[in-house]
């Protein structure tokens, strides 16, 4: 899945936290476990979901807001510490679009507690 990410702003001109929640399916859950399923839990038992730090990041943001500034723009996928051969402001302006940040200048936290998930297992 691909997604752009505008940051919020706070009236000082700066960013404010932005909270990403990602719902977790049972399908997404076992993706990637080779042995357990879903219907192998019984109730009573619990199991762990740890995030990945290594994948806690985005390849393209910008400023902006998707009711009004950036409404009915294309978002390029240049962005500032990635890419050479910026586009040229005429070119940027003639179609339309807008470049991305820098994605190093966000600082992802992870904030849950311990960097894990615990399930326990009702039903």
């Known amino acids: 899945m691909s997604a752009a990410t505008t940051a919020a702003a706070n009236g000082s001109g700066l960013p404010s936290v932005v909270s990403i929640t990602h719902p977790l399916s049972w399908e997404r859950i076992f993706r990637y476990e080779g042995k357990r399923t879903k219907g192998g839990l019984t109730p009573g038992e619990k199991f762990t979901v740890t995030l990945t ?12 807001d998707v009711k009004t500034g950036l409404k009915d723009k294309r978002l390029h996928m240049w962005h500032e510490s990635k890419w050479p051969g910026k586009p040229t402001d005429d070119f940027v302006r003639e179609w339309n679009w807008i470049l991305g940040e820098d994605h190093l200048l966000l600082d992802w936290r992870d904030v849950t507690e311990g960097g894990k998930i615990t399930y326990d297992v009702v039903e």
């Open 53 to 64: 730090k290594n994948l806690l990041w985005t390849l393209w943001w910008c400023w902006g």
